[in-house]
């Protein structure tokens, strides 16, 4: 199999995948993230094929998603090694996949990934933040029954994976706080830090306008 053609199979078995998610973590999202991973790899070193790979795979096993991460990850290993992907090139994507999400790095030692890992994983987080981010975070907020804002419930702090992950008492705009807005300053490549700045001022704009209407100053 060519690489087009290898990665033509990847995104049909990732549309399969991720057709029906309900959580903002659907096949659009995964078209967005594979053309912002296009666009900053225009300006860094990294594989393509490995790169684009994983950003088609990143959520298919993720286990804030699916309740058996683990036979997933299988799946996607054996489907890799019947369309001509080495076991170096399979255990790379699978390293990537398993290590990019934002609970990793709430760890002690948070996982060291590739170049082509940093890409997928800064596309993957710009489209956590800006117009895009507020209406995934809404979105997903909505899917788990969050409440959407209480002033007394105030952001948490120094959380671990489970703590992140607890959402009894999470709010839609608390997680702005917990995640969102944090993401800029972890951007791994200077394409994605230079896309992230204007992204992060729209969702300050909008926190300062949700606030503002909420109170009834506007």
Known sequence: MTHKEQLAAIKAFS??????????????????????????????PADATITLAAAYLHDVADDKLVSDPATLEQEIRDFLQNIDFTEEQINEILYITHNLSFSKSLSANPPKLSLAGQIVQDADRLD???????????????????????????????????????????????????????????????????????????????????KAEWDAKK
Do not use: W
């Not at 993230?33 to 666009?39: D, G, L, P, W």
């Not at 807005?181 to 830090?193: I, Y």
């Open 128 to 210: 956590a933040i800006g117009a895009i981010g507020i209406t995934r975070a809404i979105y997903y907020g909505g899917a788990n029954s969050e409440t959407i804002y209480d002033p007394n419930i105030q952001p948490r702090k120094s959380m671990n994976k489970a703590e992140y992950r607890n959402l009894d008492n999470e709010t839609i705009i608390n997680h702005f706080y917990e995640k969102l807005l944090k993401l800029t300053a972890m951007m791994n490549t200077p394409t994605a830090k230079k896309i992230a700045e204007q992204r992060h001022q729209y969702m300050l704009d909008f926190l300062d306008e949700f």
């Open 15 to 44: 549309f399969k995948k991720m057709s029906n998610d309900a959580t903002g973590h659907n096949f659009d999202h995964i078209q967005r993230v594979i053309k912002t991973a296009q666009r900053i790899l225009k300006d860094e």
